[in-house]
């Protein structure tokens, strides 16, 4: 037998509705607040995510799918979104179009991790990103929205985490500081810590290991350190986060495993989800756009993680069932079954055939199984009077009624879904 990767994951029919749902109620809400869809390549250059997300972050050092295509060009799958597009917004000079794009999209991205609950190795990502704005009044219209769309899934145990992340003037002063205050602790880091010092240190209190967290426990904050403009933006975005009574926590240890962040970083929790509690993450980045090539341009942006968003929703009963079940008996009736199924079938009213020749109670135990709620049945006798007999699942009823008038019937009693 030939199984799928490891990591790379089926998604059968009820978890995809779950899916479904997901990307139906995040496309209506972006849309609603003007996000326009872009659907961008599975595969980059590699350089792209080298240079946007940060040559020493974990993704671009130990969790790509990196590969050359036959003439040698070295590709990525990719691992997040927020590169991508801004590379698009470049290459297509969406600048030229409007000063503020707004565009989301959704899909599969690819991290060589170590799989476990809510983590995958092909996994679902919704995304957007604004670009062309500093205000802060988006930071949290976009804090609002996430919040939004989370009440709408029916998912109330998600909180907002928000940190500010400074910026090329005010960061590296933190960095300084922090890096001094580890300085004679790197014994009780973990190793990936050791290795972070040098290149990322502000990863090291991002780290999960339990020693490394007693370590960074007094670690200065980076509140203390943020320049002037860095300050005030963060104060605003609070004020407006209260304005439009979104509930937030601040987290001083926020910093996100992309180089690319300054300023307002965030985080959507659950605790329901154990280790990966992260639902959904972001935040602005103003230098992205320039360091990619393109002009001065300020982005905020975020992704959702769609595996965990379904394993935080409510089950409930997402099946789509079929309205009705023709069971034809006999040869002739067979062919008649094929015609009225397509009747109705153009009438949008979601319909099954019973295949193959067995007994009514045969069909009629698929029927049931199905959860149909009308059967019609087609027999010799009824072919020869014109007729057909409709059965009533729920209320035990059987009626003879003429074949000109099934589809009507059938329209009254369903509720048509269209074709
Ligand atoms: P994590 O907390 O899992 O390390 P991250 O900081 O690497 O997340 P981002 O790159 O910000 O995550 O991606 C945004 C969201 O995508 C995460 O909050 C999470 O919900 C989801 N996500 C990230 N990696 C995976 C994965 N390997 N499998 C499933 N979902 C993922
Ligand atoms: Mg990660």
Known sequence: MITSVKGFNDILP???????????????VL???????????????????????????????????????RKGTLLALRPEGTAPVVRAYIEHGLYHRDPVAKLYYMGPMFRYERPQKGRTRQFYQIGA??????????????LDMVTLLF???????????INSLGCEVCRPSYRQALLEYLKGKEEGLCRDCKRRLGTNPLRVLDCKV??????????PEIMGFLCNPCREHFEEVKGHLALLGVPYGIDPRMVRGLDYYTKTAFEM????LGAQNAVAAGGRYDRLVKDLGGPDTPGFGFAI????????????????????YIISLGREASSESLRLLKELRMEGIRTEL??????????????????????????????????????????????????????????????????
């Open 129 to 142: 990103e604004v670009l062309g704005v500093e205000d802060p009044r988006l930071d949290a219209e976009i």
């Open 151 to 161: 009440d709408r899934l029916g998912i109330e145990d998600v909180e907002l985490f």
């Open 14 to 28: 009820d978890q995809a509705l779950k899916y479904r749902k997901v990307e139906e109620e995040a496309r209506a």
């Open 305 to 324: 993680g769609v595996e965990r968003t379904v394993l935080l929703l409510k089950d409930r009963e997402e099946e789509i069932l079929p309205e009705a």
């Open 354 to 419: 019973s295949y193959g020749e067995r007994s009514l109670k045969a069909h009629m135990r698929r029927a049931n199984k199905l959860g149909v709620a009308h059967v019609l049945i087609i027999g010799e006798e009824e072919l020869k009077k014109g007729t057909v007999v409709l059965k009533d699942m729920e209320k035990g009823i059987q009626e003879e009624i003429r074949r000109d008038r099934v589809v009507s019937i059938l329209k009254g009693r369903v509720e048509a879904v269209g074709v």
């Open 31 to 69: 849309e609603a607040f003007g996000f326009s869809e872009i659907r961008l390549p599975i595969a980059e250059r590699l350089e792209l995510f080298q240079r946007g997300i940060g040559a020493s972050t974990d993704i671009v050092e130990k969790e790509m799918y990196t590969f050359q295509d």
């Open 269 to 272: 929790i659950c605790k329901r």
């Open 210 to 219: 339990e020693g490394c967290r007693e370590v960074t426990a007094r670690a």
